[in-house]
Each structure stands twice: as structure tokens, then as C-alpha cells.
């Protein structure tokens, strides 16, 4: 899995701005044989994809299949700039590229206000809403005074997974959790930034306030719902 990120200001900036294809993946272009999945988590802006043009607002997304050569990222406003983050990961077919807004997610409303950890798990690239060869991601949001994901925590061994926080207000933190169910570590997270979990590791989080994350997964199979659980009495 890459992870990667552009604010783009004044500039149209491409996908491989300062980055040796070459070296970093033994490809003349970055998606020759990688597909890649891009939220904009900034103020409006605009991706090009191989001569198409995707317009793409606040927590819109876009999927960009194999063997699309040019990729430019732009900011309608340099005074509100496009924040595009992406994940990519190895992919073996070309699917179709795909613009998804919010409203095109797959909604999952899961948590309760009394445990604190009421959300909606909008399912953007999945299974359900359209195909990939590998690549899984979306986006929950926290209901406002709900500040616990993913708990009971789980581990998915066929799938590593990262989580990136933003919409985190300012003064603010999620303690993110991860390692084995039995001997767990926390990271202090702020916001914008991003916890990549190994297949083994748990990946739960608790903040201090209400916040949304993008989720990204990349391994073999693409089944959602096969997560091995923790009772919470098990943790440690
Ligand atoms: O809040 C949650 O719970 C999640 O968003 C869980 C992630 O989707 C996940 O970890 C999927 O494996
Ligand atoms: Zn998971």
C-alpha cells in the first residue's frame, strides 16, 4: 500500500511531482500496474485522469483505475485548497474510474449514543458500490458526543488497514489503539494525520471529541464483514 497526499495551492501539480517511478515502483508511471482511491478532505478542486476531469468537493472521492498515465491535481481557490489524500495499492485488471460523492456511499450506521461510539460507516469504494481489484475505502462519522470507533475491536489477517483523522476540532486528539488484542499500545493522533495497522493489529480509536476518518484496506479478499472480533474483556 502507498499513501500519499496534495495540496495543491496556485499550481496544477501531477501525481509523480518529485517521485522517481522508476525507483519507488519499477514502473515508467505510478498506476501502470496500481489502482488508487482519493478523498479531498479540502476546499473544492479538480482531478484529471488521463484527459478526463473529475470536480471534486469536500469529501467527495474518486477511483482511478490501472494504467491511467496522467493523473493532475488542481484547487479551484488558493486561498481554500484541495487536500487530496490517496492510497494505492498493487492491482492486476483496469476497472472503471469512478467519481462518488457522499451521497453515493454505501451507509452503515452502526454504535450507540449510551457507548459513546454512535457513527455512520459510509462504504464508498466496496464491493457493493462498485469494483476494484483490491482497494477498499470510505469514511465514518462520528455522531456529535459519540468519540469511540471501532470497539469491540477487530483484526482482519487477509487485510492491513489505515486510518486517517481529520474533521478533528481544534485543541483535540484521538487516542488511536493498535498492536495485538492482548498487549495494545495508543498513539496520539491529530488532526490530519494518519495510523497504518498491520493485518495482526487491532485499529480502534478514542478521541476527545467527535471527528471523522477515512479508512483504506488493501489484501486478497475484499469481504467486509469477515473481521475476527475482541470481547473487550479480553483486551489488555
Ligand atoms: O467505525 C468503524 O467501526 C469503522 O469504520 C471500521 C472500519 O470500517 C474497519 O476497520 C473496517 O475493517
Ligand atoms: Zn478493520
Known sequence: MVTLGCKPVSEA?????????????????????????IFNIGGAGSIEADGETFRLGF????????????VVFRSDDPKAPAKFY???APAHKACKTTFLSLADARKKPVGDETTSNKRVI?????????????LSMGLTQLAPGSVWNTMP???HERRMEIYTYFNIPEGQAVFHIMGEGNETRHILVHNEQAVISPSWSIHAGCGTAAYTFIWAMGGENQTFDDMDHIAIGDLR
Do not use: W
Open 86 to 88: 490517496m492510497v494505492s
Open 13 to 37: 501539480v501531477p501525481l509523480d511531482k518529485g517521485i522517481d517511478c522508476m525507483k519507488n515502483f519499477g514502473t515508467a508511471y505510478i498506476l501502470e500496474r496500481r489502482e488508487i482511491g
Open 122 to 134: 459510509n462504504q464508498f469504494i466496496h464491493p457493493d458500490v462498485l469494483e476494484t481489484c483490491q
Open 153 to 155: 475491536a477487530h483484526t
Open 59 to 70: 469529501q467527495d472521492c474518486l477511483y482511478i483505475t490501472k494504467g491511467t498515465k496522467s
